[in-house]
């Protein structure tokens, strides 16, 4: 069975100034010399995404409004992101859920913007603690996962990206058997929703991801890379992630 090609995206957060060019710099130095067998992606807060495209490295946003233009002040568009050089942004991330009441269908009209931009939108989906510990957790991202995906979205605009809430910056990971679980249901959702085309749709994983963990979680079945927070800031960290893939 094809598999698709692994996607190692860096979420930088509200972290970075200009002088985090010369991080840029490094990981495409650290990249250039080895033979990397995934594709990367470093999404850095918008105030950097010019400062750092063009550097050798795939830069994204983390984040859009739903409609391309109008009286949304401090908003930022997906056709502003694509006029920037991105081809792909996060939607959904579980701190915008939270921080900010994303929904499900505010999450499916930002995927939906940004796939109309001819941009991949990244979906972010997982259970909180409380969820888990209430065994929820498959309900709980079949319907992220179902109320997520825009009506018009292909495999190829498409990449979900499977973090545990309690995961994110907490030091905690599952165990490779219950991130196997999600995945092959993440996986079935997805091939009823593309057929054979959901195959190569990519899922990561995501939740305190780092080099001495990466290559046990990357290894697990239906795992098609990796988001990263923390471990993404530095290029010899987020390169210790990525070199799992050479
Ligand atoms: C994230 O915020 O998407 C994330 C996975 O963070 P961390 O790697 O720091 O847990």
Same mark, same amino acid.
């Given at each position: 069975?094809?598999?698709?090609?692994? =996607?190692?995206?860096?979420?930088?957060?509200?972290?970075?100034?200009?002088?985090?060019?010369?991080?840029?710099?490094?990981?495409?130095?650290?990249?250039?010399?080895?033979?990397?067998?995934?594709?990367? =992606?470093? @999404?850095?807060?918008? *105030?950097?995404?010019?400062?750092?495209?063009?550097k050798g490295i795939d830069i994204g946003a983390q984040? @859009?409004?739903?409609?391309?233009?109008?009286?949304? *002040?401090?908003?930022?568009?997906?056709?502003? =992101? #694509?006029?920037?050089?991105?081809?792909?942004?996060?939607?959904?991330?579980?701190?915008?859920?939270?921080?900010?009441?994303? *929904?499900?269908?505010?999450?499916?009209?930002?995927? #939906?913007?940004?796939?109309?931009?001819?941009?991949?939108?990244?979906?972010?989906?997982?259970?909180?603690?409380?969820?888990?510990?209430?065994?929820?957790?498959?309900?709980?991202?079949?319907?992220?996962?179902?109320?997520?995906?825009? $009506? /018009?979205?292909?495999?190829? /605009?498409?990449?979900?990206?499977?973090?545990?809430?309690?995961?994110?910056?907490?030091?905690?990971?599952?165990?490779?058997?219950?991130?196997?679980?999600?995945?092959?249901?993440?996986?079935?959702?997805?091939?009823?929703?593309?057929?054979?085309?959901? $195959?190569?749709?990519?899922?990561?994983?995501?939740?305190?991801?780092?080099?001495? /963990?990466?290559?046990?979680?990357?290894?697990?079945?239906?795992? /098609?890379?990796?988001?990263?927070?923390?471990?993404?800031?530095?290029?010899?960290?987020?390169?210790?992630?990525? #070199?799992?893939?050479?």
């Amino acid at each position: 069975m094809a598999a698709p090609k692994a =996607l190692v995206a860096g979420n930088w957060k509200m972290n970075g100034l200009t002088a985090s060019v010369d991080q840029i710099e490094k990981l495409n130095a650290l990249v250039t010399e080895g033979s990397v067998g995934c594709d990367i =992606l470093i @999404c850095p807060p918008a *105030t950097l995404i010019s400062a750092l495209s063009g550097k050798g490295i795939d830069i994204g946003a983390q984040d @859009c409004h739903m409609n391309v233009s109008g009286a949304h *002040t401090g908003d930022i568009s997906a056709a502003m =992101l #694509k006029d920037l050089g991105c081809h792909y942004v996060i939607v959904g991330h579980s701190e915008r859920r939270a921080d900010h009441g994303e *929904t499900n269908d505010t999450v499916k009209a930002k995927a #939906k913007a940004v796939q109309e931009q001819g941009l991949t939108a990244i979906i972010c989906v997982g259970e909180t603690d409380e969820e888990r510990e209430k065994g929820e957790t498959l309900d709980v991202v079949t319907s992220q996962v179902v109320g997520s995906i825009p $009506e /018009n979205a292909s495999a190829d /605009n498409t990449v979900i990206a499977y973090e545990p809430v309690w995961a994110i910056g907490t030091g905690k990971v599952p165990t490779t058997n219950d991130v196997a679980e999600v995945h092959a249901v993440i996986r079935s959702l997805l091939l009823d929703r593309f057929g054979d085309a959901g $195959e190569m749709v990519r899922i990561q994983y995501g939740g305190s991801v780092k080099a001495s /963990n990466a290559s046990e979680l990357m290894s697990v079945a239906n795992v /098609n890379g990796a988001l990263v927070g923390g471990a993404s800031l530095k290029a010899e960290d987020f390169y210790g992630i990525i #070199k799992t893939y050479q």
